[in-house]
Each structure stands twice: as C-alpha cells, then as structure tokens.
C-alpha cells in the first residue's frame, strides 16, 4: 500500500470513497463527503496532512497492470483550539472524516493509515489531536478519553468522563499544567448549517437508498 498527499485530480474520487466508507453508518445517508468537499476552501484545513492510501495497481483486462492504483483510503486534519481555564487558547488539531473503502475495513489500513499521519503531524510540532470516536478502535493508535488529559468536551459537563471524547499528545507534556476545553471546529458542521447546499451537491452524486439501522447517532 502508498500513501501519499492528496492532489486536486483525486477530490472526486476521494469525495465518492467517504460517502460510500460512511453511507448509513452514523445516519441514514451521509454528510462526509460533502465536510470534506467544502473542508478543503477552509482556513483550517491543513493540507500536509490530508493523505490517501492507494491499492497496489489492479491487473488490466488485457494483462498487465493498469496505468492508475486505486484510492482505497483518506484522512484528512483541521486546526482546532482548546480555551484554557484562563480563556487562552491552546492550539490543537482534530482528523476526520478518515475513510477506507469498505472492501478493506476490518483490515489494518485504516490504523496504518492513521499512524502514518499522526507521525507526520508530530514531525510538523502539532503538541494535541482531539476527536471524537471510539475508544476500542482509537486506542490503538495512541489515544486516550480526554478526560484523563483535563481536556473537556465542549457539549457536556466538565466533570463527566465523556467516552467518545479523545485526544493524544503528540509532544510529550504539551497538556502540563492545562485544564481547558475542546471545540468542535464549525466546518465539521457545514452540511447542518447550509442544508440546501448539500442537498444540491448530493445530487450530483448516484442515488442510494438511506436506511435506519442499529447503532446509528441520528436522523437525517
């Protein structure tokens, strides 16, 4: 497997890989795809770190390989803050949406993937990562609940262990001393606060069926 940068000739490719990696599986439909589409314009956004995992290059029908490997997986990173129990803001980062083709999930790409582009992030001098996610899966890439950081989530009481809130420092002892809660960056939320937008950009893509099913977050 390759992992490179993204570059402008894979947005379309990438953008129908998240949406097929996330369709019905937070919520009926998705919103990823669209986050990512308009995250790219964003002032946070960090292109140094929005990175693919290609496939090694599929047999051609006439023998051979074929001239272009196949886009398998995407992650991408945004600048964030956490506000200081003073009101200083600490600078921070945040990923998603990061995505694997789901004829590659449950395989080991998405870590590797993911591990590749918190060691370039370490490498740059970003000191956090904050996300929300599953601690199961993200523990093994290094991270932790938050909470045991004193880095709070903005949408629930400071004094709870909020499961799905985590973070990793990438400089040791970054968080020192800090007590101070993360926000949510708002381009994660582009989708909600411009719904004609999307929906208009949903068009463009094939149809597919949304369904309700267990274990999602939400309604659409």
Request: with cysteine.
């Amino acid at each position: 497997m390759n992992i490179r940068l993204e570059q402008p000739e894979d947005y379309r490719e990438v953008e129908n890989l998240t949406r097929e990696a996330f369709w019905n599986v937070y919520a009926p439909g998705c919103v990823e795809h669209f986050v990512l589409n308009q995250y790219r314009s964003n002032p946070d956004f960090i292109p140094e770190l929005d990175f693919v995992m290609e496939s090694p290059l599929p047999a051609s029908p006439r023998g051979g390989e074929s001239s272009k490997p196949q886009i398998i997986g995407h992650v991408m990173f945004s600048k964030a803050e956490i506000v200081k129990e003073n009101g200083t803001i600490l600078p921070a980062c945040t990923f998603g949406p990061i995505s694997i083709h789901p004829d590659y999930k449950r395989k080991g790409y998405g870590l590797k993937l993911l591990q590749y582009a918190l060691e370039k992030a370490k490498a740059m001098g970003i000191g956090v990562i904050c996300m929300e996610g599953n601690i199961d899966f993200y523990k093994h890439a290094g991270f932790v609940l938050a909470s045991s950081l004193n880095i709070h989530y903005h949408a629930e009481p400071k004094d709870s262990e909020v499961p799905y809130f985590l973070a990793q420092e990438l400089i040791p002892g970054y968080l020192n001393g800090i007590e101070g809660t993360y926000h949510t960056p708002k381009g994660y939320y582009v989708a909600f606060d411009n719904p004609e937008a999307f929906e208009a950009y949903e068009a463009t893509f094939p149809p597919k069926e949304k369904k309700v099913q267990e274990g999602q977050l939400m309604e659409q």
